[in-house]
């Protein structure tokens, strides 16, 4: 167990690091934002608003899930009881099958719900239609690379 | 799969959290094990039965296998 707690010290070193890059990643991104420079790329000040406010919004998420992320694992670190805990509960092998189970069946609607809606509004938007057909191949490509991926990971021929 | 986890616990007194953590995992999935909803893997089946002393098969109901899912 000390060997996986020690694993599990190391990882969370490198998330540390990771969430502190995407909180200033994002407060740059929020930055640029709010001085205007990405407003001018707009045709319409109506999209150029829209945006605007749901790139604030998106910021407001991340760096609040960022803090929160920082400050359990740093809590982790300090507390072995905790960092078990942590461990636990991030290898859940009931959670875990959970996961799959759910992944592979949000594969599935996502791209069934996805086409329908490119259907609905393929006489409104060309551009959106497109978009969201590019979406769909995206999905079902990432999840067949993912697919031979993991089944030449896991089969012992 | 039905299990005597339950009846193993309460005859060493022992809560689900302290079971989890005794045995490398949650206390969902220990109440999720015990009402039948999940069944654990070979694995944690293992570690369960060997905490208490027992085998997987004394602990574990393997009499309608073939009709679960």
């Known amino acids: 167990m000390e060997k996986k707690l020690e694993k599990m010290r190391a990882e969370l070193r490198a998330r540390i690091i990771q969430s502190n890059s995407v909180f200033i990643l994002f407060l740059i991104f929020f930055v640029v934002d709010i001085s205007g420079k990405l407003a001018k790329y707009y045709e319409q000040q109506f999209a150029a608003d829209f945006i605007q406010g749901f790139v604030i919004g998106i910021v407001i998420v991340v760096e609040l899930l960022s803090l929160y992320k920082l400050v359990t694992y740093f809590a982790a670190l300090k507390d072995d009881a905790k960092l078990k805990q942590l461990y636990y509960k991030e290898h859940d092998e009931r959670v875990l099958a959970i996961d799959q189970i759910a992944g592979r069946n949000c594969n599935k609607y996502s791209m069934v719900i996805l086409l329908f809606i490119a259907m609905v509004v393929s006489p409104f938007s060309f551009e959106a239609f497109i978009g969201l057909i590019g979406a769909v191949v995206v999905i079902g490509l990432t999840f067949k690379i993912c697919r031979i991926y993991y089944s030449r990971k896991y089969t012992g021929e | ?69």
């Open chain 2, 1 to 69: 799969m039905k299990t005597i986890i339950k009846e193993l616990r309460k005859a060493n007194k022992l809560s689900q959290s302290e079971l989890a953590d005794a045995v490398g995992t949650t206390r969902q999935t220990i109440t999720s094990i015990e009402v039948g909803k999940y069944t654990a893997s070979l694995v944690l089946a293992y570690k369960i039965a060997h905490y208490f002393d027992k085998t997987i098969e004394e602990v574990f109901d393997f009499s309608n296998i073939d009709e679960e899912e």
